[in-house]
């Protein structure tokens, strides 16, 4: 069974970067066809998808976020990371690392979500 789990600072300053990684357990994030995601969920929002990295290490990014955003990998760690710059306190979430197979709607696995809060 593949597990992630989100890790990084829970306080961030404004106009600060937030960074936070994604260790995954269980399975490659390498195998094919699969898709690894950031998500998150503002208090009292809904679920934002922010981008993606996939098996080959291509990345894609809502273009809502684009300019902001930058999600790499490090394959020998089997880890992926999200990199938000100059947040601000509308950044304020949970964040949560996410499976998906090409092609499916849903996700496979995610990780528990860890909250990050930006306030100076």
């Known amino acids: 069974q593949v597990q992630l789990q989100e890790s990084g600072p829970g306080l961030v300053k404004p106009s600060q970067t937030l960074s936070l990684t994604c260790t995954v357990s269980?399975?490659?994030?390498?195998?094919?066809?699969?898709?690894w995601n950031w998500i998150r969920q503002p208090p009292g929002k809904g679920l934002e998808w922010m981008g993606a990295i996939d098996y080959s290490g291509s990345t894609y990014y809502s273009p809502s976020l684009k300019s902001r955003t930058s999600i790499s990998r490090d394959t020998s760690k089997n880890q992926f990371t999200l990199q938000l710059r100059s947040v601000s306190p509308e950044d304020t979430a949970v964040y949560y690392c996410?499976?998906?197979?090409?092609?499916?709607?849903?996700?496979?696995?995610w990780g528990q979500g860890t909250q990050v809060t930006v306030s100076s």
């Open positions: 269980g399975g490659s994030i390498t195998t094919n066809d699969y898709y």
């Open positions: 996410a499976r998906r197979l090409e092609y499916d709607e849903g996700y496979d696995d």
